[in-house]
T-cell receptor, first 117, second 117 residues
Framework: GAGVSQSPRYKVAKRGQDVALRCDPI?????LFWYQQALGQGPEFLTY????????KSGLPSDRFFAERPEGSVSTLKIQRTQQEDSAVYLC???????????????FGPGTRLLVL | AQKVTQAQTEISVVEKEDVTLDCVYE???????LFWYKQPPSGELVFLIR??????QNEISGRYSWNFQKSTSSFNFTITASQVVDSAVYFC??????????????FGKGTRLSVIA
């Protein structure tokens, strides 16, 4: 079936603009994660959803970052008043999340490359 | 806190050579999961393997093999008879076992592998 999709693939924003990044998880996947990957680094966790509930947002770097998943499928990561340090690749991943006590594989989308000028 | 160290930043090999990518992890959990992902130049993270802490058997998949050693907290990845298509950044990742749903991955900084024809 289809994998995780993300849009847009590339986004250029002027400092101070708001941006919205979309993630479509694999159909039926309950768990959804957002990660931020700076150039030359490994991905770093931002936030996690189980269905529509945001269970962990400990990785969000500031209150300018906001994520939602209102119907338990598509998720949007919003960054308000973008700063240059927000430039990175934003990765979305989904997993089944159905089995208690089992860590299932997270499948990643192609990412959105954000450049803030 | 969990931590993953990939000490090799970059490796270059000639095609058909064998190459081992090192991964050392730190965790206080008795149950945890380890992963390897490949990130080709296109940018998408491709899942390679998932291993839980109770399964110390080594695994082989085609030209890929993994050596999990709890005694040294290592989960090394070997590519046999490397090919140019193996050129990518490889990430090792660690997660705790979830109570429900899934948990975030903690990634290493990655090892960039270049296979030269």
């Amino acid at each position: 079936g289809a994998g995780v999709s993300q849009s847009p693939r590339y986004k250029v924003a002027k400092r101070g603009q708001d941006v919205a990044l979309r993630c479509d998880p694999i159909s039926g996947h309950v768990s959804l994660f957002w990660y931020q990957q700076a150039l030359g680094q490994g991905p770093e966790f931002l936030t996690y959803f189980q269905n529509e509930a945001q269970l962990d947002k400990s990785g969000l770097p500031s209150d300018r970052f906001f994520a939602e998943r209102p119907e338990g499928s598509v998720s949007t990561l919003k960054i308000q008043r973008t700063q240059q340090e927000d430039s990175a690749v934003y990765l979305c991943a989904s997993s089944l999340g159905l089995y208690r006590g089992v860590q299932e594989t997270q499948y990643f989308g192609p990412g959105t490359r954000l450049l803030v000028l | 806190a969990q931590k993953v160290t990939q000490a090799q930043t970059e490796i270059s090999v000639v095609e058909k050579e064998d190459v081992t990518l090192d991964c050392v992890y730190e965790t206080r959990d008795t149950t945890y999961y380890l992963f390897w992902y490949k990130q080709p130049p296109s940018g998408e993270l491709v899942f390679l393997i998932r291993r839980n802490s109770f399964d110390e058997q080594n695994e082989i998949s085609g030209r890929y093999s993994w050596n999990f050693q709890k005694s040294t907290s290592s989960f090394n990845f070997t590519i046999t008879a490397s090919q140019v298509v193996d050129s990518a950044v490889y990430f090792c990742a660690l997660s705790e076992a979830p109570d429900s749903g899934n948990t975030p991955l903690v990634f290493g900084k990655g090892t960039r592998l270049s296979v030269i024809a």
